[in-house]
C-alpha cells in the first residue's frame, strides 16, 4: 500500500524499514540539506511529477544578503537538485514534464538524464488529446512608446537570465518596478480595456461558450483591469471575476473582490460551468498551472512570461472541447520571441508544426484558401446580393444555395462542401478579427447553408422551428443580424406529414430538392418510428419509399412526379393511422391486426369483426401470459408459441398462412417487449434513402 511521509524523519524511517518494494510519497521539502543521507540503497527510484518546476541546481553558489543588523553578508546556497542527490546518492531518477527546461543553471535532462519516451504536442494534437493553439497579435493597439517597448524587453531579458524562479521573477519585478507604472498608467489601461472589449464583442463573445482569461502584470493591475471594464461594461458584474491571492495589507476595496479561498472554489467552479454567467477571469498568477478549463479558447496577456511559465500559461486554452478548433492567445505586451524560444526545447516537428502560429500566418491563410474551395463549388450561384439583402431576401439566397449543392450532378461537392465549409468555419473562429466586412459576410452564407444542409440531410428529426432559430442565432453571432430568419415563408405550418397544409405548400415549393429532400426525411423517420410499434406496416411503407426513390434516381419518375408519389405515400401512412381508431384497436392491438391480416387470402376468409376479435383475443392472450425475460427463455417462448397456434387453430386461420402469422405476431411482441436501452436492430437504413433533387431545376444561374 502507498503510504505518505509526514516528516523527514519519517520518510528516512519509512526508506530505512525495507528492502525492496513499497511507495512512498513526499514533497521536496522532507529532503534537506543533511550530513547523513536518507538511505544508501541501489534500488530506490525516485519519480518527479511537473519535474520543470524547482528540481535544478548540481553546484552551491555564493548569495550576497544582509541580516537582521543590516550587515552585508555571503550566504552559501545549495541548489535543490545536489540537495536531493546527496540525500539519495544511489537512487535512480525519473522526471515528467509537459514543458522541459535547457537554460545555463536548468536543464532538465541533466537533472533526470535522457528521454524514456516523448508523447509532444504534434502527437497530442493528432490523438485529439490538445488542441492547437494560436497567436494574434494586439500590441500595437496599445500604442505604447518605444522608451516602454525598451522596458518590456528588459524584463524579458531578466526572466531569460533568471531561469523565472518565483523569487527571481519577484527581484526582477522590483528591479524593474517603473515597468508596472507605465502598464499600470490609467491611459494605458483604458486602451487595454477598450481593445479587449472590441475584440471580445467582435469576434470571441460568442465562440464556444464566451469563456477567456485576461492575465494582468500584477495584482494592482488587474483590479484596474477589472474596475475599468465595470466602468465601460457596468451590467457585467456577473460576467467579470478577479481570481488572485489576497494579503492582509490588501486596500479594504479589495477583500470583497478577491474574497476568501472558499469564494475562488466557487469562482472556480462557476467558470468550469459552461451555462454560468461568469465568463471572463483575470488573473496574475492562479489558474494558470494545472487548471483546466475545456470550452476556454481565449486568453488576453498582458503580462511578461517566459519559458515553461509561458507554455504552462497558455495550455490553458489548449483543451478540447466540442467544435473548439484551437485556442487563441492575444498578446498585448510582445510574448511572440519569447514564446519561440520557448519552443526551442521541443521536438523538432512540434517546432515544424508549431513554431509559428500567428493567426496572420496560419488560420488567415487556411480561411483564404477554404474560402476559395466554396467558392468553385459554388459557381453558377449568384450570392453576391448576400450583404446587402434584406431578412426575407437572406432567406432566399440562402435556401436557393443549398437547393442549388443538393442537385443529383453535385451529389460529389455537396459531401465535399460539407468539409470544406466546416474547415472554413474552423479558421475563422480563429481569425474573424482580421477580415473585412464582405469577407465575413460571404463566410456566413457559406456556414448557414453548411447549417441548413447538415439539419435536412444529418441524423435526428427535422423543424422548421428549430432550423429557422437556429440560421437566425447564427447570423446574428457572425454579422450581428438582429431581423427574423424565416427560410421556409412559403411553407406555413410546422413540418408534419399529418398536417395537410403543409402537404399543400410543399407540393408547391420553388425549390423542388428541398421539397423531395424534406418528405424523404419526414417519411424516413415516420418509418424508423413504424419499426418499434407495427413491423407489417413498416416493411410496406419502406418497400414503398425505397421503391419511388429509386425510380427517381432511375430516371423513371420527374421531379414533379417522385413529389406526388412521396405526398401519396404520406397520405397513407396517415390514413394507416387513423384505422386503427377507427377499427376501435389500440395502437398495439392494430399492430397484431395487421401481423393476421397481411395475407390476402384472410379478408376473403373473415369479416373484419372476426378479425378484430381475433386480434383482441390473441393481444389479451399475450398480456396475460407475460413473464420477465421470456423472449430469453426457450420454454416461455415455446409455451408462447402453443397458445398462438392454439388460438389460430380456434379461429380456423387458413394453414398455409399459419406460420409467417406466427413468426411475425411473435416478432411484433417481442418488439413490444423490448426495453427502451436495448432497441431491437433492424435492417433499414436512411441511407437507403440517398439525397434527391432534379438537376433541371436552377436557381440564380449566372
Request: hydrophobic share 35%; with cysteine.
Amino acid at each position: 500500500m502507498p503510504v505518505q511521509a509526514k516528516s523527514r524523519e519519517d520518510l528516512k524511517a519509512l526508506l530505512a524499514g525495507r528492502e525492496a518494494n513499497g511507495i512512498v510519497f513526499t514533497t521536496m521539502q522532507k529532503f534537506e540539506e543533511s550530513a547523513e543521507p536518507l538511505s544508501l540503497r541501489k534500488n530506490i527510484v525516485v519519480m518527479t511529477d511537473e519535474a520543470h518546476r524547482g528540481q535544478y541546481g548540481f553546484e552551491e553558489k555564493i548569495r550576497m544578503t544582509k541580516n537582521e543588523k543590516g550587515e552585508d553578508i555571503a550566504k552559501r546556497v545549495i541548489g535543490t537538485a545536489r540537495i536531493i542527490h546527496d540525500c539519495l546518492p544511489n537512487a535512480s531518477y525519473i522526471g515528467f514534464t509537459g514543458t522541459p527546461i535547457s537554460t545555463k543553471d536548468r536543464d532538465t535532462v541533466e537533472v533526470f538524464g535522457n528521454y524514456i519516451d516523448v508523447y509532444d504536442m504534434t502527437q497530442a494534437v493528432a490523438d485529439g488529446a490538445t488542441c492547437p493553439v494560436y497567436y494574434e497579435s494586439r500590441v500595437i493597439n496599445l500604442n505604447l512608446d518605444e522608451a516602454t517597448l525598451r522596458a518590456i524587453d528588459e524584463e524579458y531579458d531578466l526572466l531569460a537570465e533568471d531561469g523565472a524562479t518565483e523569487e527571481q521573477i519577484e527581484k526582477s519585478k522590483k528591479e524593474m518596478s517603473h515597468l508596472e507604472e507605465i502598464l499600470g498608467a490609467p491611459e494605458t489601461i483604458d486602451s487595454l480595456c477598450r481593445d479587449i472589449l472590441k475584440h471580445y464583442e467582435e469576434n470571441r463573445q460568442y465562440e464556444l461558450t464566451g469563456k477567456a482569461m485576461i492575465v494582468a502584470y500584477s495584482r494592482p493591475i488587474a483590479m484596474s483591469i477589472y474596475h475599468k471594464l465595470l466602468e465601460l461594461r457596468p451590467n457585467w458584474t456577473e460576467k467579470v471575476k478577479v481570481v488572485m491571492t489576497g494579503s492582509n495589507k490588501d486596500p479594504e476595496e479589495w477583500h470583497d473582490i478577491i474574497g476568501n479561498k472558499q469564494y475562488k472554489k466557487e469562482l472556480a467552479k462557476r467558470f468550469k460551468d459552461n451555462e454560468d454567467p461568469m465568463k471572463i477571469a483575470i488573473v496574475v498568477d492562479m489558474w494558470l498551472t494545472g487548471f483546466d478549463v475545456p470550452s476556454l479558447a481565449t486568453m488576453y496577456v498582458f503580462k511578461p512570461m517566459s519559458g515553461h511559465n509561458l507554455m504552462q500559461a497558455i495550455a490553458r486554452v489548449n483543451r478540447v472541447s466540442n467544435g473548439k478548433a484551437g485556442g487563441l492567445v492575444v498578446d498585448y505586451i510582445g510574448i511572440a520571441k519569447a514564446l519561440k524560444e520557448a519552443m526551442h526545447d521541443y521536438t523538432r516537428r512540434d517546432r515544424k508544426n508549431f513554431g509559428n502560429q500567428d493567426i496572420k500566418e496560419t488560420a488567415l491563410l487556411k480561411f483564404r484558401e477554404k474560402l476559395e474551395v466554396c467558392r468553385d463549388l459554388f459557381y453558377g450561384y449568384d450570392y453576391s446580393n448576400f450583404q446587402t439583402a434584406s431578412d426575407m431576401e437572406c432567406a432566399q439566397i440562402i435556401k436557393g444555395g443549398v437547393n442549388f449543392i443538393m442537385s443529383p450532378t453535385k451529389q460529389e461537392q455537396h459531401q465535399m462542401f460539407l468539409k470544406e465549409a466546416l474547415l472554413l468555419h474552423n479558421s475563422l473562429t480563429l481569425c474573424r478579427s482580421l477580415l473585412d466586412e464582405s469577407q465575413r459576410y460571404e463566410a456566413a452564407f457559406f456556414e448557414t447553408v453548411r447549417t441548413l444542409l447538415s439539419r435536412m440531410t444529418g441524423k435526428g428529426k427535422v423543424s422548421k422551428r428549430e432550423i429557422n432559430a437556429r440560421i437566425g442565432e447564427l447570423l446574428k453571432h457572425s454579422i450581428k443580424s438582429e431581423g427574423v430568419i424565416n427560410l421556409f415563408s412559403d411553407v406555413k405550418a410546422e413540418f408534419s406529414l399529418f398536417d395537410a397544409a403543409f402537404l399543400d405548400d410543399i407540393s408547391k415549393m420553388k425549390e423542388k430538392n428541398i421539397a423531395v429532400e424534406l418528405l424523404k426525411r419526414l417519411l424516413a423517420e415516420r418509418v424508423t418510428l413504424y419499426q418499434k410499434t407495427n413491423i407489417v406496416q413498416a416493411e410496406k411503407f419502406s418497400d414503398l419509399l425505397n421503391r419511388s426513390l429509386s425510380n427517381y434516381l432511375k430516371g423513371l419518375l420527374t421531379n414533379e412526379e417522385v413529389i406526388q408519389e412521396l405526398l401519396k405515400l404520406a397520405k397513407e401512412i396517415s390514413s394507416s393511422e387513423a384505422a386503427g381508431n377507427d377499427l376501435g384497436l389500440t395502437r398495439e392491438e392494430k399492430s397484431f391486426y395487421d401481423a393476421l391480416t397481411q395475407p390476402q387470402a384472410v379478408h376473403d376468409v373473415y369479416t373484419n369483426e372476426e378479425l378484430v376479435a381475433m386480434t383482441k383475443e390473441l393481444t389479451e392472450i399475450l398480456r396475460k401470459n407475460r413473464t420477465i425475460d421470456w423472449q430469453k427463455k426457450e420454454s416461455a417462448r415455446a409455451g408462447m408459441r402453443k397458445m398462438i397456434k392454439r388460438l389460430l387453430k380456434k379461429y380456423h386461420y387458413p394453414p398455409e398462412e399459419a406460420a409467417n402469422a406466427l413468426e411475425t405476431v411473435i416478432e411484433q411482441w417481442t418488439d413490444n417487449e423490448m426495453p427502451a436501452n436495448e432497441p431491437k436492430v433492424y435492417h433499414f437504413d436512411e441511407s437507403d434513402y440517398p439525397m434527391v433533387a432534379e438537376e433541371r431545376v436552377e436557381y440564380n444561374k449566372k
